[in-house]
């Protein structure tokens, strides 16, 4: 999957450094609770609806477990790199990895047709976010690239 929607249109509040947050966590699951509560602030401040907060978070909460089970191996000792932005309607959430590289032919979401559990994420993340970006490392890692705009259907 490549690029959904063009964040060049939604530009930051501010470009400064000191105005994204920027957090790096373990690729341990019980820590992503720190992910989801920061990024649900985050779009609390940004004046979402509890909808599309929701939403948000749960993209976000998706992205970083694909990347503990898929690019890490399921390892809880790996770093995950969040950086988050507050754009003038919306955020921009960029989420980074060191592991193994994923190919964009190969994250997709399976046929929704069959009813089981897992293989759903990849599906949600791009029904919530208005852009979803992902690039290879030239080393080693992954970057994902999530944006999300208030009251855009």
Request: charged share 30%; aromatic share 4%.
């Amino acid at each position: 999957m490549g690029l959904k929607g063009d964040i060049s249109k939604h530009p930051p509040v501010s470009d400064k450094a000191q105005d994204a947050i920027e957090f790096r966590v373990p690729s341990d699951p019980k820590i992503l609770k720190i992910v989801r509560l920061s990024v649900s602030h985050l779009c609390d401040l940004a004046g979402f609806t509890a909808e599309e907060r929701n939403g948000t978070t749960l993209a976000v909460d998706e992205a970083c477990s694909n990347i503990i089970r898929h690019a890490y191996d399921g390892a809880h000792d790996q770093p995950i790199i969040v950086t988050c932005k507050l754009l003038t309607n919306g955020v921009q959430i960029t989420i980074r990895d060191f592991g193994k590289n994923i190919r964009k032919s190969e994250i997709k979401s399976r046929d929704l047709e069959k009813v089981r559990p897992g293989g759903l994420g990849v599906h949600l993340i791009q029904s919530v976010m208005d852009v979803v970006k992902y690039e290879r490392s030239s080393r080693k890692g992954n970057k994902l690239t999530l944006a999300k705009y208030k009251n855009v259907k």
